[in-house]
């Protein structure tokens, strides 16, 4: 029933001997990626909707090794198992970094993924998990093959088996010059990367030799026996999907609490009102560069980004711009006109859903893609982040043009139309409940 990297030992199917007062769903998403928490708090949240009590129901368990947007599943009242000790700030710098492509190292030394591996396995034996469920954590491959229970990838469709399958572009410079004709040079190539290359990392392929599981590709990493795509038809396309691929929609947070009354009044005041936001894969640079280009232009600004500043930089922020914690970003349509935006799926789609037209400065080739289909809908602008410099002149062109242009305002409006139809947690609880419950 469930398919595995070919070497990887094949999962057994979910006994149901006996019917246990619950079922476990193991969620394991990356402590250190907003996006990544608050999709699986989604899904989870849904996959608990979706039954009635009873037993043999489903149940959603957490293990999160890491700490950042770890303390929004308690928010949430999950039930949370311990996991690693987590990665300390310099090393989630270095992991982010990574991801993003500025660098070649990274923290997951072998000592590392073999202590995260071994909780991992042991939360699915001591849990009797049923299915494990995971955000780009990439230990969880490991531990749900060798334990042989089915793994499920809620995740955006650039660089998934899909994307690489249909053989489609990869941005992984901005579309724009030289950017785009890199780009189309560099798709075969690129794609073999992805998915047939021995890229994985020494201390990954020996962790997963040493519990029976196949560890070649980054897609032995990245890869699940059912993927979820959380994205937009229009991102796909009309290329059929491989096998145990499910379009389910987007899936961005929905953080509990209230729109806090600074943002009212900021919304009733003369002039537009821009939110910044760059998730977790910003960086302190970025957010400076666009506080300083925002302070020069004839807008108010809420921007929740105080994760990336310190007091002191906090004080210097311009008049205009108001920095807070984290906000409930989708109860923000109808009171910000724009957004300036890093690329992150949560964060774009968020803006689509609430019609919210945006700048998007990409920092990797995921991010690159997210702002770019939009940017040929029209209800966005794709910049790079070096458009933030020096006078800006391009940026604020950009930014006049989003809170200007009724063409900008149609499209998003249409787009914001069609995102009302999509439940991505809801499609995801679904198909997981229909293949283990």
């Known amino acids: 029933m469930w398919s595995t990297n070919e070497g990887a030992p094949a999962p057994s199917p979910v006994r149901q001997d006996h019917a246990p007062a619950r079922r476990v769903v193991l969620f394991t998403p990356l402590g250190l990626n907003l996006a990544e928490v608050t999709r699986m708090i989604e899904v989870a949240r849904a996959l608990i909707e979706l039954q009635l009590p009873g037993p043999g129901r489903l149940c959603p368990v957490f293990l999160v090794h890491d700490e950042g947007f770890d303390h929004l599943v308690d928010q949430a009242g999950f039930e949370r198992v311990p996991g690693a000790r987590s990665f300390t700030p310099e090393q989630a710098r270095q992991l982010m970094a990574f991801d993003q492509g500025r660098a070649l190292r990274h923290p997951f030394t072998r000592q590392v993924i073999a202590e995260r591996v071994r909780i991992e396995r042991a939360a699915i034996q001591d849990l009797g998990a049923v299915a494990v469920v995971h955000g780009t954590n990439p ?60 890229l994985v990392p020494p201390s990954f392929r020996s962790v997963a030799h040493g519990n029976g599981v196949r560890g070649r590709s980054l897609m032995d990493l990245l890869g699940a026996d059912v993927t979820l795509l959380t994205s937009m038809a229009e991102e796909i396309g009309a290329d059929p999907l491989p096998p ?18 600074q943002v009212r009044e900021l919304a009733a005041g003369d002039q537009p009102l821009v939110y910044l936001a760059c998730g977790s894969s910003g960086n302190p640079r970025l957010v400076l560069d666009a506080m300083r280009a925002l302070g020069r232009a004839p807008v108010q600004v809420i921007a929740p980004v105080r994760q990336y500043l310190d007091a002191a930089q906090i004080a210097s922020t311009p008049a205009n711009v108001h ?115």
């Open 139 to 198: 230990t969880s491959p490991i531990s749900a093959r060798a334990e042989q229970v089915p793994l499920f990838y809620p995740v955006p469709y650039v660089f998934s088996a899909a994307h690489l399958a249909a053989g489609r572009g990869i941005p992984l410079l901005p579309e724009r010059g030289w950017g785009a004709v890199a780009n189309r040079v560099l798709r075969g190539p690129a794609a073999w990367v992805m998915g047939s290359a021995p």
């Open 244 to 261: 145990r691929s499910h379009r389910v929609g987007p899936i961005f947070a929905r953080l509990d609490g209230e729109v806090p009354e």
């Open 323 to 437: 920095v807070t914690e984290l906000l409930p970003a989708h109860l923000m349509g109808g009171l910000v006109d724009a957004a300036v935006l890093h690329g992150g799926q949560g964060t774009v789609q968020t803006a689509c859903a609430t019609g919210v037209p945006f700048i998007g400065m990409g920092l990797s080739a995921e991010q690159r893609w997210n702002v770019d289909v939009w940017a040929r809908r029209g209800n966005a602008i794709a910049l790079a982040p070096s458009d933030l410099r020096g006078d800006a002149v391009r940026f604020h062109r950009a930014l006049r043009a989003l809170l200007t242009d009724p063409g900008i305002r149609r499209a998003a409006d249409a787009v914001a139309g069609e995102h009302r139809g999509e439940d991505g947690a809801r499609r995801s609880a679904e198909i997981i409940g229909d293949l283990v419950g």
